[in-house]
């Protein structure tokens, strides 16, 4: 196996503005502290019995595996946001689903949103949900802004 399956995770959220929009980004990436490191974007399966941890110092250049959502934009004082949520089964011999999801507007609609794909991919899966985490971050654009949210995983 090339990359082991992780067993910790963590959700962070940030915001920030730069000269461009990448640079944006980035800044909302540091403001969330999971800068300088090498984002690796996983699909959306929390492994069974992963156990959520508090986030920590990275190493510099480190390869995460992540699950992340962002929304940039360069236009004044648009309202940016963007959100993770992880749906926690009941039975944890099976694995959770992480949701994405970003828009122009305010993070309690970004919020919501998750809220109802977390629901509707535990129905198709005919699972039963214990709880769903949120992490989620709203921004004002200033010239090019940005919103992030991450989930981490880590062995």
Known sequence: MLIETPTKYFMVSGTGEGG???NAFDDALL???VANTNLIR???ILPPACKEIKPFKLPYGALL???YSVKTSSTRDELVSAGVAAGI???NKKPG???EYSCIGGKKEVDRIL???VEEGFGKRKEKLKEIKIASAEHRV???GAACAVVVFWR
Do not use: F
């Open 89 to 91: 089964p009941v039975n």
């Open 65 to 67: 595996p992540v699950v």
């Open 142 to 144: 200033k010239r090019n």
């Open 115 to 117: 809220r109802e794909m």
């Open 31 to 33: 403001n969330a502290s």
């Open 97 to 99: 689903l992480l949701m």
């Open 20 to 22: 461009t929009p990448l």
């Open 42 to 44: 996983v699909t959306s």
